[in-house]
């Protein structure tokens, strides 16, 4: 079947603008993560959900940032206020951890650069 | 905490060479899984391989292979008689068995494939 999809692919804002980072995981998995590639930084957690809740946002790097995910499937990674240091690539990745740990898909991730 | 530390940058090989990817991880649980994802230049994580820990077997895939040793915190992978599309960005990562199921990245090794 199709793999995580992640729109837009490329985003370039305004130094203060909010965004909108939309993930559509693999079909019938119920876990969702989002991750953060930045060259100073790597690839690092920010958010997890089981369903619709998130019961890990430990990874959140501020208040600016936050997550939802609605009806089991799709989530929405939002960025208030959008600063320089938020240009990264934005990763979405889902999995179907039933009893277990499963493995986590990827989508293309979406770059987003803040002028 | 967990770590997970791939001390190799860059390798730079020439086609048909092998090539050994190191990858070193800390974790004070017993129960825990490795994995390798491979990022081409087109930036999705593909995944490769995972391991449980407590199965310490070597395996096989084609051109690829993993050594696991747990008496050295190890997880290397080879790639034998390497190819120009092998090119890319290799990241070694573990998930504990506590719940939260954030893998947690090393920072990388770009191998380069030169024809």
């Known amino acids: 079947g199709a793999g995580v999809s992640q729109s837009p692919s490329n985003k370039v804002t305004e130094k203060g603008k909010d965004v909108e980072l939309r993930c559509d995981p693999i079909s019938g998995h119920t876990a969702l993560y989002w991750y953060r590639q930045s060259l100073g930084q790597g690839l690092e957690f920010l958010i997890y959900?089981?369903?619709?809740?998130?019961?890990?946002k430990s990874g959140l790097p501020s208040d600016r940032f936050s997550a939802e995910r609605t009806g089991g499937s799709v989530s929405t990674l939002t960025i208030q206020r959008t600063q320089q240091e938020d240009s990264a690539v934005y990763l979405c990745?889902?999995?179907?951890?039933?009893?277990?740990?499963?493995?986590?898909?990827f989508g293309p991730g979406t770059r987003l650069t803040v002028l | 905490a967990q770590k997970v530390t791939q001390a190799q940058t860059e390798i730079s090989v020439v086609e048909k060479e092998d090539v050994t990817l190191d990858c070193v991880y800390e974790?004070?649980?017993?129960?825990?899984?490795l994995f390798w994802y491979k990022q081409p230049p087109s930036g999705e994580l593909v995944f490769l391989i995972r391991r449980n820990s407590f199965d310490e077997q070597n395996e096989i895939s084609g051109r690829y292979s993993w050594n696991f040793q747990k008496s050295t915190s190890s997880f290397n992978f080879t790639i034998t008689a390497s190819q120009v599309v092998d090119s890319a960005v290799y990241f070694c990562a573990l998930i504990v068995n506590t719940g939260f199921q954030k893998l947690v990245f090393g920072t990388g090794t770009r191998l380069l494939v030169s024809p």
């Open positions: 990745a889902s999995s179907s951890p039933a009893g277990g740990i499963d493995t986590q898909y």
């Open positions: 974790t004070r649980d017993t129960t825990y899984y």
């Open positions: 959900f089981q369903g619709n809740s998130a019961p890990d």
